[in-house]
């Protein structure tokens, strides 16, 4: 089954910036999307962002729009998740995940990276 590999993440300090990666081991993703989920302790993970391999709509939930950007490598099978002006609340642990299918739920998940932001 198809694997994600996560990489990236680590500290930085309020308004830094920090990049995340998610490599796929296959192209299964190619029909569907890719998105990065967060979680903090004590609460479920929660959507931050997510792309549509085919055409490379992105989505992104409010809090973070303007300040994170999605992007892809199809060469590559690899998701990237650009984070600028980072902010104290998006300490959590990041998850990336994909479905295989546009009407496919997210069944597959990468190992998750921390993600620590400190003033």
């Known amino acids: 089954q198809v694997q994600l590999a996560q990489s990236g993440g680590g500290l930085a300090q309020t308004g830094g910036s920090l990049r995340l990666s998610c490599a796929a081991s296959t192209s299964s993703f190619s029909n569907g999307n890719v998105g990065w989920f967060r979680q903090v302790p004590g609460k479920d993970r929660a959507f931050v962002a997510s792309i549509r391999w085919s055409d490379g709509r992105t989505d992104y939930s409010e809090s973070v729009k303007g300040r994170f950007f999605i992007s892809k490598d199809d060469d590559k099978n690899a998701v990237y998740l650009q984070m600028s002006n980072l902010k104290d609340e998006d300490t959590g642990v990041y998850y990336c995940?994909?479905?295989?299918?546009?009407?496919?739920?997210?069944?597959?998940w990468g190992q998750g990276t921390q993600v620590t932001v400190s003033s």
């Open positions: 995940a994909g479905a295989v299918a546009l009407t496919a739920p997210y069944q597959y």
